[in-house]
């Protein structure tokens, strides 16, 4: 639409919201679904392949659906102050939509283990940011207690405004496909995401938006994946800093999805999410967070297993500029340095 309200406007009858709700929005949503024909051709057999870029969000990832929802709420409930545990790109969405509310922004971060992008959004936000020497699963724990102490509302994927704003991007594809995908691959951490894309898609189907529902195909960084071990990771490792989670808070509603849609959880290693970083960005121009590549990873590694004609969405969560440092150490080129001024020098290093 040319004229785009942000999503609770947009998707207002399926939203658990009324007049009365104070709509806090930065007009997140609407996001491209953009065809990656350098990963349909990898797979062959006229599969097809588009990116759900939700790194096009107003702060570069797929959490300002969940925010739009969840902080509006909170202010309707008249909240003055709301707390997340992060691994960076939820602490960015909840201080910019509390902060546009008037409310104060906690945010607990793993010391260390946050992309230099997403902490620099927190801080200029205005967000209370607090690094806790122990990892996203031990703040999840920490804030949950304290929205049970103190007057915080919990702004993380258990508070279920957060997963109805973004059950709102399963519906946007929809919109564009004209039908639900056959499958749809996306990366998996606390497990939120793929729940809500799941209720979405339920939800259309219901009221006959789609004719069909897509199988949901998970996919954890190989260092921290419960869902395929079966178990909680107490000490979780990954380069995708955003995923680096041991015990997802949706859990049971995750397997849910995965089962009733007879899908599958799968683990990626780093280096495979880093060939597929680099794969969208040199090859598509698509630039995402490492994160964001399991989904494009974990495609091309059971491509040999993708029905022949399927139409494929894979989600992009987060965008490429939350996370520099990854970019450079990881990049194909370096640059060419100490090079004189003069166009004689240049055109050597460009091989004319
Ligand atoms: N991709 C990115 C870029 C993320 O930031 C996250 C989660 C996920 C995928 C996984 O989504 O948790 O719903 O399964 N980030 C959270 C955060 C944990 O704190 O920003 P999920």
Not at 207 to 235: R, T
Request: charge should be neutral; charged fraction near 20%.
């Amino acid at each position: 639409a040319n004229n785009w309200q942000g999503l609770i406007e947009t998707y207002r009858s399926y939203l658990p919201v009324s007049e009365a709700t104070p709509v806090v929005t930065l007009l997140e949503g609407n996001t491209p679904l953009i065809p990656v024909p350098s990963i349909s051709d990898r797979i062959g057999r006229q599969v097809k392949v588009s990116i759900k870029y939700d790194g096009l969000n107003p702060t570069g990832s797929f959490k300002d659906r969940g925010m739009t929802m969840a902080i509006s709420k909170a202010k309707e409930a008249g909240a003055k102050a709301v707390i997340c545990a992060s691994t960076g790109n939820t602490s960015a969405s909840a201080a910019a939509y509390a902060r546009r509310a008037g409310m104060r922004a906690f945010v607990i971060i793993p010391d260390g283990y946050v992309a230099l992008g997403k902490l620099a959004q927190a801080l200029l936000y205005g967000a209370e940011v607090i690094a806790i020497k122990g990892n996203f699963d031990d703040a999840l724990k920490i804030v949950r207690e304290a929205s049970e102490n103190y007057p915080v509302t919990l702004v993380n994927s258990v508070n279920p405004y957060r997963l109805q704003g973004q059950k709102t991007a399963a519906f946007e594809v929809v919109d564009v496909l004209g039908d639900a995908p056959d499958w749809l691959c996306i990366p998996v951490g606390n497990a939120g995401n793929i729940t809500a894309y799941w209720m979405g898609f339920n939800e259309y189907y219901q009221v006959n938006k789609c004719g069909k529902l897509p199988k949901m195909m998970g996919f954890q960084a190989a260092g921290a994946a419960p869902f395929i071990s079966g178990a909680p990771v107490p000490n979780p490792e990954t380069m995708a800093t955003a995923i680096r989670i041991g015990n997802p808070a949706n859990w049971d509603k995750a397997l849910n999805a995965q089962k009733s849609s007879e899908g599958e959880f799968n683990a990626v290693t780093d280096r495979e999410i880093l060939d597929a970083y680099r794969i969208l960005a040199s090859e598509e121009g698509i630039f995402c967070e490492p994160a964001s590549a399991a989904s494009v990873a974990g495609l091309l590694k059971v491509k040999d297993r993708v029905p022949a004609n399927s139409n494929i969405v894979c989600v992009l969560t987060g965008n490429g500029l939350k996370d520099p440092d990854s970019a450079i150490t990881h990049s194909i080129n370096e640059t060419y340095k100490d090079i004189e001024p003069n166009l004689a020098d240049v055109a050597k290093v460009m091989g004319f």
